[in-house]
């Protein structure tokens, strides 16, 4: 190469190293969270989890790739990588309602009845009008009732204006089913299934729910039409 391009070229590198030696870790993970974002637009999730996963490299504090990596993993089905996520978040700020709320859930989904108790009365202080809080709280509430063998009418009203307000809340249409079951209501809960499949047909606990509902009415027309699509034993 001539001398006189060498230095040029030479040069160009040595301002390169030194424009990326000057910028800040927050400067680099801002950069990677913007490509994140940029990917997550264009569908090209798993690029945009590299990006994100930079961004922890370079900021573990950055809170919001660490709120919308944890949402997309939760989406994904990758619930304990979610979890542990969220975690992270209310380690960093106790206040973080978003993650609690997203920790009260998941907690409820899988039967984490103490940390789902833990989790809700955090989020029920800090955001007690949120519905979906309303809908956890009710959650909750339910269940320590109807241990307690006492009435479950008020927990049980507060989910079905919590779903009413949100049909897709899942948490709530667990509780208006649960107590439509208990009073013996079956063509009620059997609504609450359907229209809950109607949202979501690929919830398959709604699916073996409505199978039982249908046998337990002794529909066996219905029953197997259910199970057919559901693709599992008849529940008994």
Excluded at 27 to 56: P, T, W
Aim: charged share 25%.
């Amino acid at each position: 190469m001539p001398d006189m391009l060498r230095f040029p070229l030479k040069f160009t590198f040595l301002l390169f190293f030194a424009l990326a030696a000057c910028e800040s870790a927050e400067e680099r993970a801002e950069r990677y969270f913007q490509s994140g974002m940029a990917l997550l637009e264009e569908g090209d999730v798993d690029r945009a989890l590299i990006e994100f996963r930079n961004v922890f490299q370079s900021n573990p504090k950055h809170q919001e790739a660490r709120l919308v990596y944890a949402q997309v993993q939760r989406d994904r089905g990758f619930i304990a990588d979610a979890y542990g996520q969220y975690v992270h978040l209310i380690e960093q700020d106790p206040g973080d309602v978003e993650a609690l709320i997203a920790l009260t859930e998941l907690a409820i989904l899988s039967n984490n009845w103490e940390e789902a108790d833990s989790f809700g009365r955090s989020a029920e202080r800090l955001a007690p009008e949120d519905n979906r809080v309303v809908a956890t709280t009710a959650m909750l509430e339910y269940r320590d009732a109807v241990i307690a063998e006492r009435s479950a009418a008020g927990p049980a009203a507060t989910a079905a204006a919590a779903l009413a307000e949100d049909p897709a809340s899942v948490i709530a249409r667990k509780v208006v089913i649960d107590n439509a079951i208990m009073q013996g209501e079956i063509p009620a809960a059997i609504k609450a299934v359907e229209d809950g499949l109607q949202i979501d047909p690929a919830q398959s606990e709604l699916h073996i729910i409505r199978v039982g509902l249908f046998n337990a009415s002794q529909d066996a027309a219905r029953t197997r039409a259910a199970a057919g699509r559901y693709g599992g034993p008849i529940p008994r």
